[in-house]
């Protein structure tokens, strides 16, 4: 799985398209350890040409939500398929993450942040 990575203000912003399972989820797991561990706690995740999600997709994102916020950051999910979003509303991933409709509206979001 390609990864497109892109930056708007100190907001990073990465794109997964195709399945998020366990065949790629460790791509995106490596991904968002370097951006962590580079100190670069507020990303956006868009999810707007993801056609699946598996339990190894779902545990990558828990588990660099939690690292991020240990440091005060957050991930904000963008773009979700209805159901993609169905995924996360079943394991109960919706009530943990922010869910915004549009890329924009998730980079917007973290501007009232303080870091």
Known sequence: MEIPEKKIGDVDIISLS????????NDVERKLTSL????????????????YISSSGLRVLLSALKEVRKQQGDIKL???KPYVKEVFDIAGFTKLFTILDTEKGAVD???????
């Open 109 to 115: 979001s973290f501007s009232g942040s303080i870091r």
């Open 78 to 80: 963008a773009c979700l």
């Open 18 to 25: 195709g399945r998020l399972d366990a065949y790629c989820a």
């Open 36 to 51: 962590i561990k580079a100190n670069q706690v507020r990303i956006v995740v868009n999810l707007e040409h993801l056609e």
